[in-house]
Structure formats: C-alpha cells, structure tokens
C-alpha cells in the first residue's frame, strides 16, 4: 500500500471511530476496532481496548485534549496498515458496517403543498428568517 492509500484509509477510520464514541453503537463498535488492532493478540487487543476507553472518555468529558484524539488514531490506524497491509480490506469492510446506518438514518424526506397565497417553509437545519409582509387584502 501506498502512503496515500494509507492515509485515505486511516483518515476516515479515524473519525468514524471517534464518532462511534458518541452513540449507542460504542462498545460494538470498540470491541471490533480493538480485535482489528490487535491482530489475534488478546493481550494487544486489550491494551487497545484500554486506549479506547481512555479516549473515549476523553471526548465524553469534554478534555481539552480530546481534540487531538482523531488525530492520535489516524496515525495509529496509519501505523497499524503500514505494518500489515493486508488488514486493509477488513478494516474497510469495518467501516462500510458502521457507516451504512449512520448513513441511512440521515435520509430525509419532505414534501410541502402550499395553497391559496400561504407561505410554506421547509429547512433540514440552520437559522431560517422569514421577514414577510401580510397582504392587506387578507381578511
């Protein structure tokens, strides 16, 4: 693997992981990063496991140094693909299982009728200012 390559893989690993961090799916998600990076070594495994942790609670508390946390495991995903090349098609497997349901559940639908001079709004996030002027023949 190139260092390209390595480093679009790491990258995105690294913000998933720290994504997962903050949802329901954490320690699903911890336990396979973990089994991942430890490359069959339960003792490795839990060391990682343990940094997981660590981290974790780190972005939970709101650490000043939990801002540096995506960057730490980037470069230890990047360290990890470069001594094992091979763990890349597992790790993208990884994240195609993670990401699809995040994925999906921010599919949003609308639609919207509006009729007889009304004013209909539809905003998926953001500020919306609406400084209209009501119409004098409204009765």
Known sequence: MSELEVLQLAAPAAQVL????????WLAAKERFARLL???NEEHASA?????????????????NSTVVTEV???????ALLANPEMAGELRDLLAEI?????????VHQSIVARDH??????????????GQSDANDK
């Not at 720290?18 to 799916?25: F, I, K, L, P, Y």
């Not at 699809?100 to 921010?106: E, G, V």
């Not at 539809?122 to 400084?131: A, L, M, V």
């Open 18 to 25: 720290v994504s997962c961090m903050v949802t329901d799916a």
């Open 38 to 40: 430890g490359r069959g």
């Open 48 to 64: 990682i496991d343990a940094d997981l942790e660590e981290a974790r609670s780190a972005v939970v508390d709101g650490d000043p």
């Open 73 to 79: 495991w980037r470069a230890r995903f990047r360290q």
């Open 99 to 107: 990401e699809t349901p995040n994925a999906q559940s921010r599919t």
């Open 118 to 131: 009304a004013v209909a709004f539809q905003q998926g996030s953001g500020t919306q200012n609406y400084y």
